[in-house]
């Protein structure tokens, strides 16, 4: 019976090696479950987290807590959702912008579908924003987000474009216009400055990859041969259309005929003999203008001794400006920023008119203004001496703003000998000159043009020097009305007020100041189209390199600052020339002189023309 006792659960020999292999199969199964458990865990938790932020990113601009950021990111692509629409609805099919911008014509159901379509695209904008942010978020990544959004903040401003860069809503809206691009520049300025403070890494790195591959040739003389090229096609262009303005007989005695014939006078030796400004005593023409420089180019004038040959010197001496211009600025700035600053100059829409304004001494003298502060800056003193002599020959109110800057030169410090040596030359020169050799040659009628700043029982330029120093308050008085303000904005605005940025550079505003605003009787000094105009450009121009070096030297983001005021300089800039610069060639909107200016010229101009060479 023991035999039937049951049997034992424990397994013989084979079946234990059996069973062996079985557990041990089930125990490496069970194994590697529990390694590609912690595989997909590892990997789920390289997923949760995110990248470590590149050492080269810019910081955030402001604090990193959530609901912050979301009401930033919120807000941003919102107004980037908003101008987009906006940007669309003044592009696609918008013949009926010019009427809405200038007069605010727009139909009841249209206006409606506009709003409807603006407040889609804040809508839309705003939408996606916070669909990215959520998304991002939880790979924590909602820094970049924002970063890439301060990054494109200018494009709120993307309305703008289509709006500001359309002529026919600012033709001869003077008044209009330049507030907005005052306002707007700025605004823009500072926008680029949150834009370049947050430049991702992968922008700023797709930035450095292209410009390196600029042929090196070209990243060093590029900005150079810009210039050149620049001022060749302005003499070339200008050349172009002012000889088919004068051939439109468009031109007249004040001032090409004048000035032909004090040339034409020159090659026989009557020098400063206008028998047009003086038919009884064609000598008596030094007492309204003291022109000596004007003969500097009688070699050239006796190749081909016309009108034309003078319009076309003008043009090319005017364009010439911009190379001692972009010399004297690179020397303090790059050398593509100072090629940048010289392309403005020859956008500058009042030169535009100063150039269209027949022939002029005054346009002429920028090259060698601009050739006196190079020399002065780089101490080439033979070239300082030359180009002082020729500014000074070129018209007797030239030597007023070399004295100016002759005491910048001198107050600041930076050349004070040289500087002193120029002010004293230039302010004595025009002291001799206006005072004595010109009152000795006899009266003219320009003294006129300051009548309401005379002293009691006095007459001329003494009487005005009088008023000046006794009676300040009332000089202020006649210098703060309307029209002059809104002259003044013409030749600041473009450059975005940068002169005025610093106190020290307000002294680039006194020439024009005494050529211009003073005025009290005679509106072409006051009316940007004119050549008078040029008694602030190239001052203004050069406190406005300065200006930009005060900026990039500035504790608090100086470099950023910088770049966002060029910005801002060339974007207004921009603007203005095409609404009333010459390049556009556009009918009714550029202004040179006392007309508008036609770019056409018909058959039927041409057959008068040539009746007229015939007679």
Known sequence: KGNDAPASITPTAPEQEEAGEDDDDEESEDDDDEEGEDEDASDAAEEAVPPPPRADEPAPLFDQHPWSVTVRVLAISALLGLAVSGWAQLSIKSSWVPE??????????????????????????????????????????????????????????????????????????????????????????????????????????????????????????????????????????FSFFLLRWHYKLRTGNFDLSINNNLMYGGLYGDFLKSPVA????????????????????????????????????????????????????????????????????????????????????????????????????????????????????????????????????????????????????????????????????GDWWFPTMYKELWADGERGFRSVIKTLLTNPLFVISKLTIEKKIIYLAHPLTPMAFLPLRRWYLWLSLIPGVLLTLLVTNYDPPIQFSFHYTMHWAPYLFMASVLALVAIGKSPDLGPLRQRAALFAFCGASAVLSFNYGAFAMRENSFKGGFHKVEFTYTEAEDKRYEVLRDL
Not at 147 to 161: H, Y
Not at 338 to 365: C, D, K
């Open 100 to 237: 809405f911008l200038s007069a605010n014509v727009r139909g009841v159901a249209e206006r409606k579908l506009m709003l409807a379509l603006l407040i889609g695209g804040l809508v839309v904008g705003g939408g996606v924003g916070v669909g990215l942010l959520s998304w991002l978020r939880k790979r924590s990544r909602e820094a970049e987000l924002e970063r890439w959004l301060w990054f494109l903040v200018p494009g709120i401003l993307l309305p703008c474009l289509p709006a500001l860069f359309r002529a026919k809503p600012w033709q001869g809206r003077y008044e209009a216009l330049l507030p907005i691009v005052i306002l707007m520049s700025l605004f823009f300025e500072a926008l680029m400055l949150l834009s370049l403070r947050s430049v991702p890494a992968a922008a700023r790195d797709f930035w450095q990859q292209t410009v390196s591959q600029i042929p090196a040739l070209i990243r060093k003389r590029g900005p150079l041969v810009i210039v050149l090229l620049g001022s060749l096609g302005y003499a070339v262009f």
């Open 278 to 441: 003086f038919p009884d005593d064609p000598g008596k023409y030094l007492a309204a203008h003291a022109k000596f420089g004007h003969y500097l180019f009688l070699p050239l004038y006796a190749l081909v001794p016309k009108p034309e040959t003078l319009l076309v010197i003008q043009s090319a001496l005017i364009g010439a400006g911009s190379i001692p211009f972009f010399l004297f600025a690179r020397r303090h700035v790059t050398e593509w920023t100072a090629a940048t600053l010289a392309l403005v100059y020859l956008a500058y829409y009042p030169m535009h008119g100063a150039t269209f304004s027949e022939f002029q001494n005054v346009p002429i003298a920028a090259l060698f203004v601009f050739g006196v502060v190079w020399a002065a800056d780089a101490k080439r003193w033979v070239w300082m001496g030359v180009f002082t002599a020729v500014a000074c020959l070129m018209r007797e109110d030239v030597p007023i703003g070399l004295s100016m800057v002759g005491m910048f030169l001198l107050a600041s410090g930076y050349r004070p000998m040289p500087g002193l040596v120029l002010a004293a030359c230039s302010a004595s020169y025009f002291l001799f000159l206006r005072f004595y050799v010109m009152d000795e040659a």
